[in-house]
Each structure stands twice: as structure tokens, then as C-alpha cells.
């Protein structure tokens, strides 16, 4: 089975220029998480949809950053313009729809990620 | 204060030993536990999630004290592919947001 599929694997733009991320949660998976994980942060959550809705978008760092969700099977992070800072690994998750009682019900998984950086 | 805390290591242990890792969150409301491990460049994966009661994954033991907000991982007889990075994980309410640890890195050597 296919998992979190991510595209590109690696961006190498300069700044100011527009970056797009592309994820591909599983099949049936309800829930799309996109992180960004640098070595002074670590990995921070930066929105995440319910059914292709945002939920929480509080972790977005400012204005220049968005990201939708046009249907179930595909996600976009755009940001616009880029800079230096933004230079990270940007993950795509995903999550299926768990009941309470199952133990695991919020496991995440995660796509190979998007090495980026800004020059 | 970070949410969830880690000590970053790295832990350089010998093949076959025992080694333990522990993490403290500061939110006493969190209800979900977990453990990940990271391989160098690649993406996080699931370990094992942690339960109040304790719980025990093969060679891998995991531990909740909520009254102290202290998680731990320990494992046993250490084999070189367990060599990455652990991230400890919170999720503060039952919504799917989770929280990450750091990380605290292993090395396991021959």
C-alpha cells in the first residue's frame, strides 16, 4: 500500500521566490497534518484539516504561509514570498478516523518530507 | 518552558545493553502518549503508544507517572538498527494534535 506520498523531495529556490509542497494523504485517512522540523525548533505542527476542513491553523507562522485542501486525496503548503528562515524539512500526516476505545486512534503517518531550502 | 521535554543525548551504548529515556510535559490536562522514532533523514514513525497501566512492546517498555508528568522509555538487550532519535509525544486534549519532544538521540555500538 502506498503510503504518505510527498512531492518535491527536495526544493532548493531563492528568496522571494513562491514555493508550493504537494501531499497525498492515504486513502480514507480523515485527518492531514503538515509539520516543518529544523534542528533549533524541532517539529512544530503547522495546520491540520478534518475531512479537507482546517481545524487548527495557529502553528502557521505568519501571512506568507498557506495551505489548502481542495479535496480528499490532495493537500498543497504555499509560501509566498519565500525566505531564508523557511529553509526546513516540511512533513505531510496523515490519520485515520479512530474510535476512543482503540489505543492507537491518532497514530500519524508520515510522508518522506520536502527538504527546503531558501538561498 | 517547552511543552514537552527531552534530554537531547546522544546515548552511546554498547550492543546488548539497557538504556532508558525520559521526558516531562507540562500540561497536566494531556491524555495521550506516545513514543516515535526518527531515523536519521527520514520521516518520524509510531514506536508504541503509552498507557497509565505501563506497557511492553518486545524488547521496549514504556511508562506514565501522571502525577509527576514524567514519560519513560526503556530498552532492553540494544541492537544497532535501534540506533535514531526517540521523540516523545503529548496530545493535550482528544483532538489529533499532537505535540513533539525534541528527541533524545541514540547510538548503539558493536
Known amino acids: 500500500d502506498a503510503g504518505v506520498i510527498q512531492s518535491p523531495r527536495h526544493e532548493v529556490t531563492e528568496m522571494g521566490q513562491e514555493v508550493t509542497l504537494r501531499c497525498k494523504p492515504i486513502?480514507?485517512?480523515?485527518?492531514l497534518f503538515w509539520y516543518r522540523q529544523t534542528m533549533m525548533r524541532g517539529l512544530e505542527l503547522l495546520i491540520y484539516?478534518?475531512?479537507?476542513?482546517?481545524?487548527?491553523d495557529s502553528g502557521m507562522p505568519e501571512d506568507r504561509f498557506s495551505a489548502k485542501m481542495p479535496n480528499a486525496s490532495f493537500s498543497t503548503l504555499k509560501i509566498q514570498p519565500s525566505e531564508p528562515r523557511d529553509s526546513a524539512v516540511y512533513f505531510c500526516?496523515?490519520?485515520?478516523?479512530?474510535?476512543?476505545?482503540?489505543?492507537?486512534?491518532?497514530?500519524?503517518?508520515f510522508g518522506p518530507g520536502t527538504r527546503l531550502t531558501v538561498l | 518552558r517547552k511543552e514537552v521535554e527531552q534530554d537531547p543525548g546522544p546515548f552511546n551504548v554498547p550492543e546488548g545493553a539497557t538504556v532508558a529515556f525520559n521526558c516531562t510535559y507540562s500540561?497536566?490536562?494531556?491524555?495521550?502518549f506516545f513514543w516515535y522514532r526518527q531515523d536519521c533523514r527520514k520521516e518520524p514513525k509510531l514506536l508504541m503508544s503509552v498507557y497509565s497501566s505501563g506497557n511492553e512492546d518486545g524488547r521496549f517498555t514504556a511508562q506514565l507517572n501522571r502525577a509527576s508528568q514524567y514519560i519513560s522509555l526503556l530498552i532492553r538487550d540494544s541492537k544497532l538498527s535501534d540506533s535514531a532519535t526517540y521523540l516523545c509525544v503529548v496530545a493535550m486534549d482528544s483532538s489529533y494534535k499532537l505535540i513533539f519532544g525534541s528527541g533524545t538521540r541514540l547510538l548503539v555500538r558493536p
Open positions: 500526516a496523515s490519520s485515520p478516523r479512530g474510535l476512543r476505545g482503540r489505543h492507537t486512534y491518532n497514530e500519524q503517518f
Open positions: 500540561n497536566s490536562a494531556s491524555q495521550s
Open positions: 486513502s480514507g485517512h480523515d485527518y
Open positions: 484539516f478534518n475531512n479537507n476542513v482546517p481545524i487548527d
